[in-house]
């Protein structure tokens, strides 16, 4: 006879019982061993496989690259294993994914956020590649691709430019003209608002739009040079020709959308959809919200106005999505087999195949199944002097999405107290910058 | 099992006719063991395991955190944390636009938590408690948005407030310019739209509480103020309401809870935009992300458990000293 704590009689039996019925705990908490044992063994993958990190989870990207996947495997025999993300769980994870075991190869972005990435030993050189493809590119694309050490990191696919979009039947109805100046394009406002038109359509729910509106208007008041010293934290946020960026864009505000940061920018593409706007200043992919052929037809844009003519209209934003090494590959030699295909003008055409709302990266890639708006960004792009990569990718991601995004939001809203905006930003970005 | 008797249910194996279950294989000899070695190492993993568990994802995580707070860090490898004492703190005090709104946006949604849906749960609660016909449906009708989960709610609320396709803007004609009303942009406007929906759930949650509460408040109670003489409200105020006093300090600890982990409505409403930020969706900023800050976001979630234990402390303090008292 035993006895419990409780000084009751209690059998050996019950013990036994309660025990057993615990066991199965214990048994879980070896289970997890078993498990992770598991998913190491799962690992020898031959070395006929190439694994990649996707982030297109849309449909119509997610076919795209699976094409061209194929493609690769027909003709070169090495099979391509495509892990695919949630696109916004693949960034918020790039961190701990790039540290942990990631695949051979991954899509990524060009500009500061994959330099970033390149400085931090995250990913490997590929200026072996580069020696190959290299001709397909324009000099604008090379410089996207080099990480700050000044080696190729990056193979480009595609890309698509920032413009001022309109609908040709509106221009057509009230006989606008195509502004290419900052007076016309002002006159053009005036003039929109006494139609009854909003003059610019805009929403900045996201609050990365707003991002796009500052960019513009700094490259063509201050110069592509500018925006790079400015967006690598070197020039100050409270220099004068910061604050004249501020002032020109406050010059029209009245001429935008009330109550931009409410609404999503696919509301405020719908604005223009329905007539009921006269411009919208977006990237291209705002022509995925024209679901009717006819509207879609009627879309078209033009570069942003020039404002200083010693620049001109030279720059052109065209955030530029590729793909890149991992740090350790597994299968070295097939990744840069895969690179390389990726790099060719063919493989670009595929995936444009599937998804008409982007253009190649690669001045090679045959146009001819283009529509006439992809035709038109591509000349603007192939034109441009230089190529900038929106706010949020040529500079330090934590400074744009936890200080720009809020001020910005904060002065489209409410325009006045720039100079204690400015100084805000300034102190905050010197820490951000400070922090390694 | 041992013998036929305690075998036919499992409940009988625990309280066996005394004498019965004497083991025959094993005659205990002189100190009698109470656990042999097996059960011994069954208990010690049953014990160990979770505490293990406990320690490592509860308390070093916490502590983890706090030692973070005090440096930079942006996740990539260790050898990269660099120790800035004091300056996150200093930073999120005295640079940080968004900081002191977030702690008064925090204030403001105790303090309208426990003025909105706290009196109005209380004054449901009564009446259902009055057997009113239908009273069910009304329960079930209050109960059922604490059962949808915040970002649903968000969801929901947001096709109400739509600056330009919501219910209420078309209704009133608001979405025209000249006379817009941006209820998710316009920081006058936003944190209240917001309250209004929490405060929405909120009312179902207090009435079930009190609901509660009122269903153990003894019927005597009440004739007994009746036989004084007291009308309705006499009798609530001196003598129901005081036999609440358990119910108002579980909702107290409910509403501070909820108004310092408020975040998924908002997170889905505008992110946080300005007039709404919130020390919860501070943190996840800065945390979440490439390139993250993740010793500043640090910094803010140790704010925020400074907050929490302010609260906490005294509270618990409250608590065992009235139970030491009883």
Not at chain 1, 148 to 158: A, R
Not at chain 2, 116 to 130: H, M
Request: glycine fraction near 8%; include cysteine.
């Amino acid at each position: 006879m035993h006895h419990s704590s409780l000084g009751r009689p209690m059998p050996g039996t019950s013990r036994r019982t309660v025990l057993r019925g615990l066991g199965g705990t214990a048994l879980l908490g070896a289970g997890i061993p078993l498990l992770s044992a598991c998913a190491d063994s799962s690992e020898s993958s031959g070395t006929k496989t190439v694994t990649v990190g996707s982030n297109a989870s849309d449909a119509v990207p997610k076919k795209g690259y699976a094409d061209v996947y194929a493609a690769f495997t027909k003709q070169s025999g090495i099979a391509v294993d495509i892990n695919t993300k949630d696109h916004n769980t693949f960034q918020e994870q790039i961190n701990t994914y790039l540290q942990g075991t990631p695949d051979d190869v991954f899509q990524w972005f060009a500009g500061y956020r994959m330099q970033f990435f390149a400085a931090k030993g995250l990913a490997s050189p590929i200026d072996d590649v580069w020696k190959t493809i290299g001709g397909n590119f324009p000099s604008a694309m090379h410089d996207l691709s080099k990480g700050q050490d000044g080696k190729y990191y990056l193979v480009p696919l595609t890309t698509s430019p920032w413009a001022v979009f309109y609908r040709k039947s509106v221009f057509q109805q009230y006989g606008y003209e195509v502004p290419t100046t900052w007076d016309a394009y002002l006159a053009l406002c005036k003039r929109m608002k006494k139609d009854g038109l909003v003059p610019i359509a805009y929403g900045d729910k996201d609050a990365w739009p707003a991002m796009g509106s500052f960019d513009q208007i700094n490259f063509r008041l201050n110069g592509y040079d500018f925006h790079v010293e400015l967006m690598a934290g070197r020039a100050s946020w409270t220099d004068a020709k910061v604050r004249k960026v501020f002032d020109t864009w406050a010059e029209t505000l009245p001429y935008h959308q009330e109550g931009a940061v409410g609404r999503t920018w696919q509301d405020a593409a719908q604005t223009l959809v329905a007539k009921k706007a006269g411009m919208y200043m977006l990237g291209m992919f705002v022509a995925q919200q024209f679901t009717d052929k006819a509207d879609l037809d009627d879309l078209d844009f033009f570069a942003f106005p020039e404002i200083d003519p010693a620049y001109g209209q030279d720059t052109v934003e065209a955030p530029t999505d590729g793909i890149m090494l991992s740090k350790k590959p597994k299968n070295h030699a097939g990744s840069v087999k895969l690179l390389e295909f990726l790099g060719t003008p063919q493989a670009e055409e595929i995936y444009l195949k599937a998804d008409p709302s982007l253009i190649a990266a690669s001045t090679k890639a045959d146009t001819s199944g283009y529509s006439a708006l992809q035709k038109k960004g591509y000349d603007m792009i192939a034109q441009a002097k230089h190529l900038t990569q929106f706010m949020d990718r040529d500079s330090r991601p934590d400074f744009t999405s936890t200080v720009m995004q809020p001020a910005l939001q904060k002065f489209i809203r409410d325009p006045k107290g720039i100079d204690s905006l400015l100084s805000s930003i300034e102190r905050q970005k010197k820490t951000i910058f400070a922090s390694g | 099992m041992s013998s036929d008797t305690t075998t036919k249910i499992p409940e009988a194996a625990a309280a066996p006719p005394p004498g019965a279950a004497t083991p025959k294989r094993r005659v205990p000899q002189g100190h009698q063991r109470l656990l042999t070695r097996r059960d011994r190492i069954a208990l010690g993993l049953m014990a160990g395991l979770p505490t293990i568990l406990h320690v490592a994802l509860v308390w070093v995580t916490a502590l983890a955190s706090i030692a973070l707070a005090f440096t930079t860090w942006d996740g990539i490898g260790f050898d990269s944390i660099q120790w800035v004492g004091l300056r996150n703190f200093e930073e999120l005090f005295e640079q940080n636009p968004q900081f002191w709104p977030a702690v008064e946006h925090n204030v403001i949604w105790f303090v309208v938590l426990i003025a909105l849906p706290t009196p109005l749960g209380l004054f449901l609660a009564v009446q259902l408690d009055k057997n009113i016909r239908f009273s069910r449906v009304y329960q079930t009708a209050f109960f059922l948005p604490v059962v949808l989960s915040m970002a649903v709610i968000g969801f929901v609320w947001q096709l109400v407030y739509n600056p330009d396709t919501g219910l209420i803007n078309s209704i009133i004609g608001a979405n025209e310019p000249g006379r817009y009303i941006d209820w998710i942009g316009d920081p006058d406007l936003n944190l209240w739209a917001i309250l209004i929906a929490a405060s929405w759930r909120h009312t179902g949650y207090m009435m079930i509480l009190y609901l509660a509460g009122l269903k153990g408040v003894d019927p005597s109670l009440r004739e007994a103020s009746a036989l004084d003489g007291a009308n309705e409200w006499q009798t609530f105020k001196n003598v129901i309401f005081p036999t609440l006093r358990p119910t108002n300090t579980v909702v107290l600890v409910v509403t501070i809870i909820e108004a310092l982990r408020a975040f998924d409505l908002v997170y889905v409403f505008n992110k946080g935009a300005e007039g709404t930020e919130l020390l919860s969706i501070l943190v996840t900023n800065n945390i979440i992300g490439e390139s993250s800050r993740i010793g500043y976001g640090s910094a803010i979630a140790v704010v925020l458990l400074v907050i929490s234990l302010a609260v906490i402390i005294p509270y618990l303090v409250a608590t065992f000293r009235k139970e030491r008292r009883a």
